[in-house]
């Protein structure tokens, strides 16, 4: 157990929905990345967020947007969902310096775009 | 851009048997990282590599990062069915704890 949990655990959604998907970091944590796996690949890195500002984002268009909040605690933001949306999303949260070796991944949420 | 590339993309060895699961870099490696998933699951992570030359180990797996740093190999010892799932390689890129990921390699290992 790495203290990192996300919510919910799986959803199904439809094409041109939106989604928020939440991640609630390790305590002390002020660091939180995410990343989208499709089935068969490795993560993606989708954007970072570092003391409630973004600091860094991936190859992703903007309808995919985050929040951190002051508890650092996270969200992830999917508009007009498409069905190559569907994958497991990871959340990964950091104590305080950005190496990856201090990452903690949650258990992801499976989305399901139909 | 960095690219990592996992071989093989599967395996099935026999309990009690060794194997031995790479990961090439398409540049310097400034960090490499090992995690296992379980299908569906979080990402565990194993060990990271930062030296050319590098090698961890941890119970069964040892993990060693090569003197040009563009290549890390995982090996696992008398391997058993608690060491089944996927494993992935990661790099970070510039240091940043901004992970790129190898396609992952799926082991079965039968009892």
């Known amino acids: 157990e790495t203290g990192v949990t996300q919510s919910p655990t799986h959803l199904i959604k439809t094409r041109g929905q939106q989604v928020t998907l939440r991640c609630s970091s390790q305590s002390g944590h002020n660091t939180v990345s995410w990343y989208q796996q499709a089935l068969g690949q490795g993560p993606q890195f989708i954007f970072q967020y570092y003391r409630e500002e973004e600091n860094g984002r991936g190859n992703f268009p903007p309808r995919f947007s985050g929040l951190q909040f002051p508890n650092y605690s996270s969200e992830l933001n999917v508009n007009a969902l498409e069905l190559d949306d569907s994958a497991l999303y990871l959340c990964?949260?950091?104590?305080?310096?950005?190496?990856?070796?201090?990452?903690?991944f949650g258990p992801g949420t499976r989305l399901t775009v139909l | 851009s960095q690219e990592l590339e996992q071989s093989p993309q599967s395996l099935i060895v026999q309990e009690g048997k060794n194997l031995t699961i790479n990961c090439t870099s398409s540049k310097t490696l400034y960090g490499l990282y090992w995690y296992k998933q379980k299908y569906g699951e979080g990402l565990i992570f194993l060990m990271m590599?930062?030296?050319?030359?590098e090698e961890k180990s941890h119970e069964k797996i040892t993990a060693k990062l090569d003197e040009k740093k563009q290549q890390s190999s995982l090996h696992i010892t008398a391997s058993q069915p608690s060491h089944a799932g996927i494993y992935l390689c990661?790099?970070?890129?510039?240091?940043?704890?901004?992970?790129?990921f190898g396609q992952g390699t799926t082991l079965q290992v039968k009892p």
């Open positions: 990964a949260s950091s104590p305080g310096g950005l190496r990856a070796d201090t990452q903690y």
């Open positions: 590599l930062q030296k050319g030359g």
């Open positions: 990661g790099a970070d890129q510039g240091n940043t704890g901004k992970l790129i």
